[in-house]
């Protein structure tokens, strides 16, 4: 995690180094405005567009798993065979409702890109609530896993994990107020 978190540190900072103005969520995005007579840049903004496109049903594939998990718990039961007959029969509809979350999901996130028009504020809103939320998840699991007596309680990590659960909430709290308050003046 220190090699990632310091590749993605230097991709930051060697990126605002060098393109100091820069003031979009995309790379690719800002060199397209910055040079709108080059092809290269805008077949580079348009391929990374196509490549967004193209892999969102495989970003969308976990928040489905949990989502259809809490709309049709029952659907595992069908899947795997350990519902009766009847219960087979009267939720047919079961096999295909997949599609409700995932075109509601879709649909909702259409909105918030007609709504919110800039890359970067929709970046820093889903950032200060999904990143934070991502970084603080291992923590709540070691504290689940603690409290249900499946792994020794520490005194020392249970301090840092309240400490970094403390901290994630504390930054998407601010966060989301920031992201919210620049979406509002955007707009």
């Not at 805008?42 to 969308?60: C, G, M, S």
């Not at 075109?103 to 200060?128: E, P, S, T």
Request: glycine share 8%.
């Amino acid at each position: 995690m220190i090699v990632v978190g310091t590749l993605f540190w230097l991709t930051g900072f060697t990126t605002s180094w060098g393109f100091p103005g820069i003031e979009n969520g995309s790379i690719t995005a800002y060199l397209s405005e910055q040079y709108p007579d080059s092809t290269w840049f805008r077949i580079v903004n348009t391929l990374v567009t196509v490549a967004v496109l193209l892999t969102f049903p495989l970003q969308l594939t976990p928040a489905l798993e949990v989502l259809e998990g809490w709309c049709h718990p029952s659907v595992d039961s069908l899947l795997h065979g350990t519902a009766d007959i009847s219960t087979r029969r009267r939720r047919g509809w079961d096999r295909v409702s997949w599609i409700v979350p995932r075109y509601c999901i879709v649909l909702g996130c259409a909105v918030v890109v007609r709504v919110v028009d800039d890359l970067g504020l929709l970046v820093a809103l889903f950032g200060a609530v999904g990143q934070t939320g991502l970084a603080m998840t291992p923590c709540l699991c070691h504290l689940a896993l603690q409290r249900s007596g499946m792994v020794p309680k520490r005194r020392s990590k249970l301090i840092m994990d309240f400490l970094t659960v403390t901290f994630c909430t504390v930054v998407m709290f601010f966060g989301l107020i920031t992201s919210i308050r620049r979406i509002a003046t955007r707009n």
